[in-house]
């Protein structure tokens, strides 16, 4: 089953515009996770956020969690073509990930 | 490290043949999961094991599926026999001994059963 649900199901941006993706997840984790797919291609870890966390930095992503909301944000700032992608929210509570429903990024040169 | 290395990388089968996927996970990992992708579903995890040893199958959707791991290097996911339902893209994926922690998946098995 899925833990996690993704808003909004698709994202259509310029490059050099931010994009902001939201995840909401239902029981207690350890951890919220965020990956990259790519058509036709495996899953990529993108950053880790623990329980105790509330706000990641890695590059030109930003993740934030609000345990209390059960909710986490991805955002990627100046986003570029190639950043064109599906990317997932994955929750940890039980030493498995369980994924959520995905968001859909185009962006357009 | 090559990676996670799934194959085939895509099967055409026809209904009610037996399916092997098979997944050769990073040296080292002692976690190995088994994920099936969808349209309709999504991504959906059928089974784990943690060295060697299958943890929660509770995912594995019937008894058509099994799945075996004999050893640190190897794992395998069988479908017998298949059925048009179960055309999807199946993903392996390990990850290395820690409390928690990425996946690294591999590139997946595009299975389609006519």
């Not at chain 1, 059960?70 to 997932?88: C, E, H, N, Q």
């Not at chain 2, 050893?71 to 026999?81: D, G």
Request: aromatic share 8%; charged share 20%; glycine share 6%.
């Amino acid at each position: 089953s899925q833990q996690g649900e993704e808003d909004p199901q698709a994202l259509s941006i310029q490059e050099g515009e931010n994009a902001t993706m939201n995840c909401s997840y239902k029981t207690s984790i350890n951890n919220l996770q965020w990956y990259r797919q790519n058509s036709g291609r495996g899953l990529v870890h993108l950053i880790l956020i623990r329980s105790n966390e509330r706000e990641k930095h890695s590059g030109r992503l930003r993740v934030t969690l609000d345990t209390s909301k059960k909710s986490s944000s991805l955002l990627i700032t100046a986003s570029r073509a190639a950043d064109t992608a599906s990317y997932f929210c994955a929750t940890d509570n039980t030493d498995k990930l369980i994924f959520g429903t995905g968001t859909r990024l185009q962006v357009f040169p | 490290d090559a990676g996670v290395i799934q194959s085939p990388r895509h099967e055409v089968t026809e209904m009610g043949q037996e399916v092997t996927l098979r997944c050769k996970p990073i040296s080292g990992h002692d976690y190995l999961f088994w994920y099936r992708q969808t349209m309709m579903r999504g991504l959906e995890l059928l089974i784990y094991f943690n060295n060697n040893v299958p943890i929660d199958d509770s995912g594995m959707p019937e008894d058509r599926f099994s799945a075996k791991m004999p050893n640190a290097s190897f794992s395998t996911l069988k479908i017998q026999p298949s059925e048009p339902r179960d055309s999807a893209v199946y993903f392996c994926a390990s990850r290395p001994p820690s409390a928690a922690g990425e996946l690294f998946f591999g590139e997946g098995s595009r299975l389609t059963v006519l």
